[in-house]
C-alpha cells in the first residue's frame, strides 16, 4: 500500500472524522474551572481509547493537576521519530450567553464547525490522530516513528508538562516536534509559524476599606479601591502604547531587518485587523504596524476587571475591593520571571495611598524563536503546499505556546508549527469555529508531512 | 390617657415591636432586582395590613413601577398635620457570601439587629409606625394628624413618586414632613441632618471590538476597551482628589463660616473615619477635612466595574465591552441634569481613539439645604434629646435622600431630618445593621417628636 492509498482513505472518511470530532468537542473539558474535573477525565479517556485503536500503546501520566496522555508506535530503528504535542483541555465559554449555539453542541454552519475547541487545541491535536488513522487502516507502514504528548492545562497555566519533559527527556526524545495549535496567515495563505511570544499572566487585587461602604456616607473621604485599580492600570501603559513599567524593554532583542521587510511585504493590514476583530481603527505602539505589533513586539492588556456591584440598576456602594487579570505578551529574549518582578514593583510604587495592592502569579511562558532554515521546516512548508494547494509563507504569532521554549531546552530538537486555524476562529471567545475545509486539509497535510520527513531522512 | 402611658406602652413592647420588624425584614423587597418583585408586593401587603390595624385607611397607589402606599389619620382641624416618608423597598444584597448570617433572616448579635434594611430604612420607618401605635392602643388621641408616604423605589433610582408629589400636592398637604433615613453623629451624639448632598448616578460602557479576541493574536494592535475605560476613569480625578469635568464645580455654592467653623469644632475626625471604615488612610479632596468632604463636597465614585474575564484561573482575551456604574454626589446648588450633561460631554471628548463610548442615565437627586432655626427643627431636637438622653447637635449627610428636594418645592413645608442610624451600619453593604436600642428610643422619640409639635401649635 502507498500514500495515495491514505489519500484516498482521508478523502472517503471525510464524514466519519468530522462526526468523531464533534464527540470530542462535546466534552467540556475546562482546565481552569475545578468543576469541570470530571470532564477532563472524560476527554482522557476519549483520547486514551483512540490511541488504543490505533496500536498506539497510550499511558495516562498522573500529576499534580490535570493528567498528561502519552503514546506511542513501534519505535524502529534506522527512520526518524516525530513527537505531536496537543491540549485535550479548552478555555472557559463566558459570556456563553453570546454563542449563537451551545459552546459543547457542535455543528456546521457554512462550513465552519462551531464549539469550543474546535480550533483551539482539540480539531487541530485530533486531525493528527486521523493522519495516523489513514496509515493503520489502509495497512501502509507508517514511514516514521511516533510519538504523542497530550496535556490538559494548557488553557490554565498548569505547569506538570514542564516539569515532566524536564525529568523525563529520554521518554519524549526524537527528532522533531510538530505542533498544530497555530493558524493558517489567512484563507488562502497558509504559513509556518516561526516566532512565538511568551507570557506573563498575574491578578491583580486592590484593598481599601474593611467593607463595601455607602458612598453618600463615606464618598470623598476615602480612596475608592476601582478608582485606584484603574489609575494604576492607566499608568501601565503610556498615549503612545508604551509599556511604562521600568526595565520592561531592556532584554527587547528587535527583530531584524529581513523579518520587518518580510512583514512589510504583507502589505497594509490595519484593514484585515479591521475586518477580523471589527474595530473602528486600530490602535498600537506607536513606530510599528499592525503585524509587527502582533508578532514582535511585546504588550499588556487587562483580561478582566471586577469589583463592587455589577447587577441591574443602581447600588451606591464604595467597594472594598478591587481586582484585575492582567497579561503581558513578550518576544525575545524577555524572561517571564524577570517581567513579572518588574511589574510587580511598579505597580507597588504606583499604588495610590489608602489603599493596598497585590499581585498573584498566574502563570507564563517564554517567548519562542524557531530557525527557518532547518530541513524540518521545509519539508513543512512542502506538505503544507501540497496539502492546501497553495505557496506557504513563514509568519509570527501573537500568541504562546507555553511549552515550545521548554521542549527546545530539555529535547533540543526542531519544532515545526504547522498551524491549520485562522486568525477569525474567535478562539477565547464566543462562537470558537474551524474550518470544516481546513480540518480535512489539515489531515492530508500531516499525512503528507509523515511522507516528507522519511524522505528527508533518505537523502 | 397621657404621654406617659404612651411611653410606658412602647416600654412594655420592645420586644414585641422587635419581633414585628423581623417580619418586615424577612421580605426581600430589593427595588433594583425584577427577580423580586413578588417581594415587593408581599412588603407592600404587609405595611397595609399594619396600617389598617392602626386605623390610618391604606390606600395602594399604583405606578409604573413599585407602588407607593399612602396613609392618613382622622384630619381634625385645628392641629398640625405631620407627613412621614420612609421607603419599604432595600439594596441588593452581593457580595452575599460577605454576610455573616443571612440578609434576610434578621438576628441580634451584640446588641444589634443585622439584616438588608435593618437601618436603611425599613427599621426607622417602621418606628414611626410604632409610636403611632403607642396613642391608639392605649387610647391616647393622637396629638397631630397623621399622612404617611410610603415608596419602593428609592433605592433604584425610580421616579414614581416625584411626578405623584408634584401632581398631588393637595394629597401631601401637611405642615411639616418627618423622615427617619439618616443617622446619629455617633453612638452617644444625637443629631439631626440639614444637608443632603445629591445624586447623579450613571453607567458608562466602552465598545471595542465585535467579540472578544484572543489576546495572543491580536494582543497590541487594537485597543482594550478596559483599559480605555480606566484611562477615563482616571481622569475624572486629579491626583488631589478633585473632579476634573469641565464646570463640575461651576454652581457650587461654597458652604459659609460658620457651618465649617460648626465641623471644625467637633475635632479632627480622620480617626473616625478611619475606625469606621477600615482605611488605613483617609484620602480625599485637597484644603477639606474629612468631615468636610462628606457633608459639603461634592464626588464622584466608582460603584462598580466588569470586563472580560472574572472567573477561576486564567483566560486571554481582549473583552468586547467593558463597563462601569458611577456616581456623583452633588452639594448646593449642582443641578443633577446639568452635572450629567457635563460628564457625557467630558468622557465623550476623553474617550481614548479605536473604541466609542455611551452614557445611560441611572436616575439622580438635587442636593437638599434645610433651614436651621424653624420651630419644627428645634421640637425635632428637644424630643431626640428626650428620647436619647443626650445633647443633640447639627449635622450634614452624604448621602441622598431624593425625595427631600422635590417635597421642599412641591409642598412648600419645613422638613426634619431625624435619623436613628449608625454610619456604621454596613447600609448599601454586607451584615448591614441596626442598633437594637436605638430602634427602641427612636420610637421613644417619634412619639415624644408629636408631642412637641401638638405644642409648639399652641405656644
Known amino acids: 500500500m502507498a500514500l495515495q492509498d491514505v489519500m484516498q482513505y482521508l478523502d472517503d472518511h471525510r464524514d466519519d472524522h468530522l462526526q468523531q470530532l464533534y464527540t470530542f468537542l462535546k466534552i467540556p473539558s475546562i482546565s481552569a474551572q475545578p468543576s469541570h474535573k470530571d470532564d477532563i477525565r472524560a476527554a482522557v479517556a476519549f483520547l486514551t ?15 499534580q493537576g490535570h493528567p498528561l496522555i502519552y503514546a506511542q508506535s513501534e519505535q524502529r530503528q534506522g527512520r526518524p521519530t516525530l ?14 450567553d453570546l454563542w449563537d449555539s451551545p459552546p459543547f453542541s457542535p455543528e456546521i454552519r457554512e462550513g465552519w464547525i462551531y464549539a469550543r ?72 495563505t497558509p504559513a509556518i509559524c516561526t516566532s512565538l511570544r511568551g507570557l506573563c499572566y498575574l491578578e491583580i487585587r486592590v484593598k481599601g476599606p474593611a467593607m463595601d461602604l455607602h458612598s453618600g456616607i463615606f464618598g470623598g473621604a476615602v480612596r475608592n479601591p476601582a478608582d485606584a485599580l484603574c489609575r494604576i492600570i492607566s499608568r501601565l ?11 520592561f524593554y531592556d532584554c527587547v532583542v528587535p527583530a531584524g531587518d529581513e523579518v520587518r521587510q518580510e512583514i512589510a511585504r504583507l502589505g497594509n493590514t490595519d484593514l484585515k485587523v479591521k475586518e477580523e476583530t471589527g474595530v473602528s481603527a486600530v490602535f498600537g505602539e ?3 504596524s499592525s503585524l509587527e505589533r502582533m508578532w514582535i513586539r511585546p504588550t499588556c492588556d487587562v483580561n478582566g476587571i471586577w469589583s463592587g456591584y455589577t447587577g441591574q440598576g443602581a447600588k451606591t456602594v464604595i467597594p472594598a475591593v478591587a481586582a484585575a487579570k492582567l497579561s503581558m505578551r513578550l518576544v525575545p529574549h524577555q524572561d517571564p520571571d524577570t517581567i513579572r518582578s518588574a511589574f510587580i514593583a511598579y505597580v507597588k510604587d504606583i499604588c495610590p495611598t489608602g489603599v493596598s495592592v497585590e499581585v498573584e502569579d498566574m502563570g507564563g511562558a517564554k517567548p519562542v524563536l524557531i530557525p527557518r532554515d532547518s530541513p524540518l521546516i521545509q519539508a513543512g512548508k512542502t506538505a503544507l503546499e501540497k496539502g492546501f494547494g497553495k505557496k506557504a509563507i513563514f509568519m509570527g504569532d501573537g500568541g504562546s505556546i507555553p511549552i515550545v521554549g521548554t521542549f527546545q531546552e530539555s529535547l533540543q530538537v526542531p519544532v515545526l508549527l504547522l498551524g491549520f486555524g485562522l486568525p477569525i476562529d474567535n478562539i477565547h471567545s464566543p462562537n470558537e469555529r474551524f474550518k470544516r475545509s481546513h480540518y480535512h486539509q489539515g489531515i492530508r497535510t500531516t499525512a503528507l508531512l509523515l511522507a516528507e520527513v522519511a524522505d528527508l531522512q533518505k537523502t
Chains 1, 2 share one sequence.
Do not use: W
Open 286 to 288: 506607536s513606530g510599528y
Open 83 to 96: 513527537l505531536f504535542y496537543g491540549h485535550y483541555d479548552v478555555q472557559p465559554v463566558d459570556p456563553v
Open 117 to 188: 475547541g474546535a480550533s483551539d487545541d482539540k480539531g487541530q491535536m485530533y486531525g493528527h490522530l486521523k493522519a495516523i488513522e489513514g496509515f493503520i487502516r489502509t495497512g501502509t507502514p507508517l514511514p516514521v516513528n511516533i510519538k504523542c504528548i497530550f496535556e490538559g492545562e494548557e488553557e490554565s497555566g498548569g505547569r506538570g508538562i514542564y516539569a515532566y519533559t524536564r525529568e523525563n527527556p529520554e521518554k519524549l526524545a526524537c527528532d522533531m516536534i510538530v505542533i498544530s495549535d497555530t493558524h493558517l496567515y489567512d484563507e488562502e
Open 237 to 247: 501603559k503610556d498615549e503612545e502604547g508604551r509599556i511604562r513599567i521600568p526595565g
Open 49 to 63: 481509547a483512540e490511541l488504543q485503536g490505533l496500536g498506539l500503546e497510550p499511558e495516562v501520566i498522573e500529576l
